[in-house]
């Protein structure tokens, strides 16, 4: 079981009066009822630095019109605006409601207070919020704080799952985030998601969330282990461990996308991916033509699956440029066309093997080549 955590919420108003860019949320407080809300609420009681602003306000937003910063804006997440603070953005939007025609469906939205707002939220732990008002407190009508201290996953209705299976792959990435375990009754009622009744677009959104974890892998084993994901791959946490180490480490983490690489490693590799596993390039050069057309985060993912040549491409070949061009070669009287490339691949291959050095046996072997003068390999 987690160890109990020693969490004092006298502490919150502190923490949340050192946020960035608190005082300029603070100014919606005097138009409109306004909260902290959900994962801020969380990371704050739990001692976590920089928690990224989660904002809700109560009433409409048209009495933020006027307001120097916020620029209002409806869509489909009943988004009700944004508030420019110094670089960056803090999305506001408005507490509401939410029913679900069945199960897997987008939910039907209408505005509400607060306290129906909490309780459409996944987890209790998510469904705290905190005023910004004169004498401020918590807000915890699902028993959030103590799930916290408790170290413990829960869901706050029965049909949790049923609305919105993909609070699933939601348990698991908090849960391996947090270190937290499923409350008894959460791990049951988790039995009822059925991910096959949302889009495959949803379930991509909740992976690409995973992804961007600091151990996607860890999150992954849970998906796995509790069973709500039948399709995914029961190899892809060893995969995604392997891809995220190599993603941590030079020359993969200046070049590869990491969370591009770990998606690419959830689902099963694409066979031409297993091919650059099995070659085994003699030269620089063939390694260069088996590699140079591949997106960097699809190389991550051979490389974590065996390709250990990769490394070589990755650190030295791909960076290896020609001194001349393809003018270079029309300037010698090569006509435009094929010719060129054919030049320019020959040198390219040279330079890679160590067989040229230098501007001068570069251009040779360019028009040697330019001029059939050298078999293509």
């Known amino acids: 079981m987690p160890e109990s955590r020693e969490i004092d919420p006298s502490r919150l108003p502190q923490a949340v009066a050192s946020l960035p860019g608190i005082e300029a949320v603070r100014r919606l407080a005097e138009r409109v009822p306004t909260y902290l809300v959900g994962g801020v609420v969380r990371d704050l009681l739990l001692g976590a630095d920089g928690a990224d602003l989660d904002v809700a306000i109560e009433g409409e937003a048209e009495a933020l019109s006027d307001l120097a910063g916020y620029e209002p804006e409806r ?42 707002d909490l309780a459409r939220r996944d987890f209790t732990i998510n469904a705290m919020a905190f005023p910004l008002t004169e004498n401020p ?31 699933a792959l939601r348990a698991a990435r908090y849960a391996a985030r947090l270190g937290f375990e499923l409350e008894p009754s959460t791990a049951r009622l988790l039995e009822e998601a059925d991910l ?140 435009e066309g094929p010719a060129i490339g054919q030049g320019l691949q020959a040198a390219l291959s040279g330079k890679l093997d160590g067989e040229l050095a230098g501007r001068e046996e570069e251009l040779e072997i360019a028009l040697a080549a330019a001029r059939g003068e050298i078999p293509e390999d």
């Open 75 to 116: 869509d489909e997440l009943f988004l009700t605006g944004r508030l420019r603070v110094g670089d960056r953005e803090v999305d506001i939007a408005q507490t509401r409601a939410e029913t679900y025609p069945r199960p897997g469906a987008l939910p039907e939205v209408r505005s509400a207070p607060i306290g129906e």
């Open 137 to 167: 407190e918590l807000i915890d009508p699902h028993g959030g704080l103590e799930d916290l201290r408790a170290g413990r996953l829960r869901v706050i209705h029965d049909r949790s799952f049923i609305d919105d299976p993909t609070r």
């Open 196 to 335: 096959s009744t949302v889009s495959e677009d949803r379930v991509q959104s909740e992976l690409r969330k995973i992804a961007e974890e600091d151990d996607p892998a860890r999150a992954l084993q849970l998906v796995v282990d509790w069973g709500v994901m039948p399709t995914l791959d029961p190899a892809a946490p060893a995969r995604v461990s392997e891809v995220t180490r190599l993603a941590a480490e030079s020359p993969w983490r200046e070049w590869a996308d990491r969370e591009l690489a770990v998606m690419l490693a959830v689902v099963r590799p694409l066979p031409q991916i297993r091919e650059l596993v099995g070659a085994e390039p003699e030269r620089p050069s063939e390694a260069f033509r088996l590699a140079e057309s591949w997106d960097p985060a699809q190389l991550l993912v051979a490389r974590a699956l065996g390709a250990e040549w990769l490394d070589d491409y990755a650190k030295k070949w791909r960076q290896i440029r020609l001194e001349i061009t393809g003018e270079d070669l029309m300037g010698a009287g090569i006509p």
